[in-house]
């Protein structure tokens, strides 16, 4: 073993080979607006992630629609799907291959919902967010190869790479070593890390942890009312780790720090991540996402028979007397009419939109205790090329999530010259556990809040102490606002993530925040889109179905007194402002106005408030619809 892998290290710029020297790898001559040539070095595709049980049982699902739940001409249904995100997509993808008609309905002029992307007016990409493909996705890797576009993603060093806090300028890495299996060799990496947690503290992390991998997901259940800061303290783990480990993992999960936090997502995580062998090893796609995984996924819809619409904008469900869906209205007028419906918007756009007398049945009762968490998405271009890492890093800073530098991680952004950085400012309001309610700042101060806490991640590039005493000069940016994003997976939420089926005989449910074993994430998504085809196309072939997942007693309790007070419902959504859907945006005064209209509390101004207010807002706004 080699010591110096382990340690802490300034990371070195990256090299990139002038031959096409290393067996397997995959190395891609490339030529940039100057004309120089370059060659953007990937990793070859990890050897053990289309081998674990988990990749078979999704790929297993997928050869179904093919197979046994292929509809017969006289089964086929026309399906109307609302939502042209990752879900929705995925969902018509499966369906169309099982036989069906499926319509995707997108409210926007671009798929992806969360992982949409457009160009600005220099024509450079400006994503909602910063995305990382895991080894342990398996819904999503066999998507890949399914598409036949596994060359898109961009494998990276197995390793997880994190700022130190006191050392300015300085990573320290978790190596993952080839040839160990998991988990021994996410807790290898760990005990071999000599930077950010000592010996004592290594073994006293490690027994509350246990059960996750023996007991599996049972144990994992059980800890959802525990918020990751209580598990820590019920179970005697070292106060450190938090400050080392469950801060940035608590924000990239879910963009939330680990004191609101359910434990049950981190244990999630890793019993995902860590039992797989390259669960861990990270991909950035070679490009926006729109172009490079939604538009695949458009195709396969429509060579197999389906539509992918866009700018249709679905306004409302209207029902049949017996509550069943008759069609829905578009917000043009336009009234269509289908066999099946499925919704595949986020779980705030579908409170608004559920149908009143639905809103008294204690299915869609659970959706008020869930909601989207905001978060920023911040892309900064410099002048020159700053100290960079081909990969993923986690800032470890109070108001930064991840980061990386997308000119030199992604092909499609490559620039040899000049720095992209994209990074993920969270946690930002109040409801995520920070301070300030970021998202009621203005653009200007979110940058320049960043940029302060750049000059400690490239303390010799960036700001005063830079040799030339100036720094790194910011040729502009572009600030991503997404005030309802993932479910907020605050303790004792996922007992409420309803199934894919609901008690409407015509009506599916998809979407990341339905219920499904990974998190509210671009697999959840992929996978939630597939559960709801699968329940289609089983009900289409007269087959069983998993049923109505169980609501939890507390809903049943007080189904006898629902009335529909207390959902969202705007008064005014006609303009069409991303953030009406659930969406990301760089927020102009028009989208500012739509925002303060169907969501207030995420333009509330909280700085300056005393603790108590804050907090009594924040449970206001947890509790608005419970
Ligand atoms: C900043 C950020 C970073 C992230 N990073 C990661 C990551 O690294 N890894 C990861 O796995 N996940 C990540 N995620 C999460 C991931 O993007 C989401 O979990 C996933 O994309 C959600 O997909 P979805 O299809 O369920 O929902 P959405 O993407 O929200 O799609 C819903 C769609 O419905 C449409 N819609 C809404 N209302 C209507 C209407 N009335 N009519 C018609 N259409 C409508 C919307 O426009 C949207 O396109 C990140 C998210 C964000 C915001």
Redesign the pocket.
């Given at each position: 073993m080699q010591s110096s892998m382990l340690s802490s290290t300034r990371l070195s710029p990256p090299r990139f080979s002038t031959s096409f020297s290393k067996r397997g790898q995959n190395i891609t001559r490339r030529q940039n607006k100057h004309n120089l040539r370059v060659y953007a070095k990937d990793f070859p595709k990890p050897e053990q992630i289309d081998k674990t049980e988990n990749y078979r049982i999704a790929g297993d699902l997928s050869k179904r629609f093919a197979t046994d739940l292929k509809a017969s001409p006289e089964q086929k249904k026309k399906v109307v799907i609302?939502?042209?995100?990752?879900?929705?997509?995925a969902c018509g993808k499966y369906l169309a291959e099982a036989g069906h008609e499926p319509i995707v309905?997108?409210?926007?002029d671009v798929?992806?919902?969360?992982?949409?992307a457009w160009k600005d007016k220099d024509g450079d990409w400006i994503e909602?967010?910063?995305?990382?493909?895991?080894g342990a996705?398996p819904n999503m890797m066999n998507l890949f190869s399914e598409l036949d576009i596994e060359d898109r993603l961009q494998w990276k060093v197995h390793k997880m790479i994190f700022a130190m806090q006191e050392l300015p300028g300085e990573f320290t890495t978790f190596d993952f070593i080839k040839g160990i299996p998991a988990p021994l060799n996410f807790g290898l990496a760990i005990l071999l890390n000599q930077k950010m947690l000592t010996l004592p503290e290594k073994l006293q992390t490690a027994p509350p942890l246990l059960p996750m991998l023996i007991e599996g997901q049972d144990f994992i259940d059980k800890q959802d009312e525990l918020s990751v800061t209580d598990f820590m303290r019920k179970y005697g783990m070292p106060e450190r780790i938090n400050e080392e480990v469950f801060i940035s993992m608590a924000k990239a999960l879910d963009?939330i720090d680990p004191d609101k936090l359910s434990m049950t997502v981190v244990l999630t995580a890793m019993n995902r991540f860590l039992n797989e062998t390259d669960g861990l090893q990270m991909a950035f796609l070679d490009g926006n996402q729109p172009d490079r995984l939604c538009e695949p996924m458009k195709q396969s819809i429509e060579k197999n028979g389906g539509k992918v619409l866009m700018k249709?904008?679905?306004?409302e469900w209207v029902l049949n007397e017996d509550d069943s869906v008759k069609h829905i209205l578009m917000a043009n007028g336009e009234v269509i009419e289908a066999d099946e419906f499925i919704s595949?918007?986020?779980v705030d756009?579908m409170k608004r939109?559920c149908p009143e007398p639905w809103t008294k049945m204690p299915f869609f009762q659970q959706m008020k205790q869930l909601e989207g968490i905001p978060?920023i998405?911040i892309h900064l271009w410099f002048d020159r090329k700053l100290q960079n890492v081909d990969h993923l890093c986690f800032s470890r800073s109070p108001l930064l999530s991840v980061y990386a530098d997308m000119s030199t991680t992604c092909k499609e952004y490559y620039d040899e010259e000049k720095s992209m950085i994209e990074l993920?400012f969270a946690p930002c309001s109040p409801i995520a556990g920070g301070k300030t309610n970021w998202i009621a700042k203005s653009n200007q101060e979110i940058v320049d809040a960043t940029m302060k806490e750049l000059e400690r991640l490239f303390p010799l590039e960036i700001g005063k102490k830079a040799p030339d005493g100036v720094g790194a000069k910011l040729l502009k940016h572009a600030v991503?606002k997404?005030p309802r994003?993932?479910y907020a997976a605050v303790p004792g939420r996922n007992k409420y993530r309803p199934s894919q089926e609901t008690p409407i005989k015509n009506f599916t449910l998809?979407?990341?925040?339905t219920s499904q074993k990974f998190l509210?994430?671009?697999?959840?998504?992929v996978l939630?889109?597939k559960l709801a085809a699968e329940v289609v196309s089983a009900k289409a072939k007269g087959m069983k179905t998993a049923g109505l997942k169980k609501i939890n007693d507390d809903i049943m309790a007080e189904a006898s007194t629902f009335s529909g007070q207390g959902w969202k419902r705007p008064q005014k959504m006609e303009d069409e402002s991303?953030v009406?859907?659930?969406?990301?945006y760089v927020l102009e005064e028009n989208d500012e106005q739509q925002l303060m209209t169907i969501d207030p509390e995420q333009l509330t101004e909280m700085d300056g408030r005393s603790q108590a207010t804050k907090d009594a807002v924040q449970e206001a706004v947890l509790n608005r619809t419970r």
């Open positions: 609302v939502g042209g995100g990752l879900s929705g997509l309905l997108e409210a926007r798929l992806g919902g969360k992982v949409s909602t967010g910063l995305h990382i493909f895991f996705y963009f249709q904008r679905v306004k595949a918007v986020p756009v939109m978060v998405n993920v991503v997404t994003s993932v998809a979407g990341d925040w509210g994430s671009m697999e959840g998504a939630g889109g991303p009406v859907f659930g969406a990301g």
